[in-house]
């Protein structure tokens, strides 16, 4: 049984829940998810790969570090442990990933600028490539942020023309698009394979 733990902080985490179950139910393995709130959560749940959802960093930011939750530091220490923790970040996940702003190094060795795409493509769906599923897959950006700079050992993984928009480092994934809310659970069911390799 695999646990993955979701992180509840604010954003769109139900769907990512569905798109969890969908994925296990795909790959045929068996998973529990967690719910994580606080850094005693992530203690007791001890799980083999994390999924960070999208929503607004900045109130991620102030509801994961405030002391009654103590969650971001105690997620940012877990994923730092172990590069090949499996990790999935989306949009205000990838950013946080990229930018902890904790004093200490990136998590997903990439720049990235918040809302990048300009209020007049708030949110808009396009199919993009994945080089980590090996096909197209339904890209859905909500005022979606951009990946500005990679540095090794982070490498593209997913691309939107030529820009990329999903970034790979150990078993870390930071998806500027929101891969729970198409009906494809490709880059879900990756994460779960990749915990079941790992803790094999
Ligand atoms: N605009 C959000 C932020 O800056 C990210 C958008 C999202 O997660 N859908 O945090």
Avoid: Y
């Amino acid at each position: 049984m695999l646990r993955i733990g979701l992180v509840m902080l604010q954003g769109a985490r139900h769907v990512h829940m569905a798109a969890l179950r969908a994925a296990a139910e795909s790959a045929d393995i068996e998973i529990e998810i967690h719910e994580l709130r606080k850094a005693s959560d992530l203690e007791s749940a001890d799980p083999h790969a994390l999924v960070f959802p999208g929503g607004e960093s900045t109130t991620m930011r102030l509801t994961g570090n405030d002391p009654a939750s103590g969650l971001l530091p105690a997620l940012f220490a877990w994923i730092r442990a172990d590069s090949t923790r499996p990790v999935l970040g989306t949009c205000a996940g990838a950013i946080l990933l990229c930018d902890p702003q904790d004093g200490g190094d990136p998590l997903v060795a990439a720049e990235i600028d918040r809302n990048a795409f300009g209020r007049q493509v708030d949110s808009f769906q396009s199919a993009l490539e994945s080089a980590l599923l090996d096909r197209q897959f339904p890209g859905v950006f909500i005022r979606a942020p951009r990946f500005t700079n990679l540095s090794a050992p982070a490498q593209a993984i997913a691309m939107l023309g030529e820009e990329v928009v999903g970034v790979r480092e150990g078993n870390r994934l930071a998806l500027t698009f929101h891969p729970e809310l198409s009906e494809d659970a490709g880059f879900h069911e990756w994460l779960l394979r990749t915990a079941k390799e790992v803790t094999a």
